[in-house]
């Protein structure tokens, strides 16, 4: 079964966003690496951000409008390099089909700024059955108040 089925129905490519910029202003905004990602579909390099090794309880943000995505509650150790996370904040991620590299996978966005995230595959822990693998290097994370 399709993997996308779990997120309703398929949305039109041309997409808009609540958050919106220009392309001179992301660039202002992201540092490189980060505009690599998530405006340009990249991925970072495995073990490479130190959020995959984040183990303090508190909340994970998009480095491109400060959407709050993710919390340390969902979070678990895939061993893959990358924080993964078995459930997102409602409303806070979009997905498409994404069928570049010769693959199909379900390509995973910032619902506020369309900014690319990472990817969700179907290989999960209970009970979500989902493995949200996301680029650290996109996220940032605020501590939760002790
Ligand atoms: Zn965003």
């Not at 089925?5 to 808009?16: C, D, H, L, N, V």
């Not at 997905?95 to 966005?109: I, K, L, N, P, Y």
């Amino acid at each position: 079964m399709g993997l996308m089925s779990m997120f309703g129905q398929p949305k039109e490519q041309a997409e808009t966003f609540p958050f919106q910029l220009t392309d001179t202003e992301w660039r202002e905004r992201l540092t490189p690496e980060q505009y690599r990602i998530l405006r340009g579909h990249g991925t970072e390099r495995a073990g490479s951000c130190a959020l995959n090794y984040e183990k303090r309880a508190g909340t994970f943000s998009c480095v491109g409008c400060g959407q709050k995505l993710f919390t340390s509650h969902k979070k678990f150790e895939s061993g893959t390099g990358w924080p993964s996370f078995d459930q997102p904040l409602e409303g806070a991620v979009g997905a498409t089909e994404d069928f570049s590299h010769g693959m199909h996978r379900v390509e995973v966005h910032c619902a506020n700024c369309g900014g690319h995230l990472g990817h969700v595959f179907p290989d999960g822990p209970p009970p979500t059955g989902l493995r949200y693998c996301i680029n650290g290097e996109v996220m940032t994370f605020e501590p939760a108040e002790a």
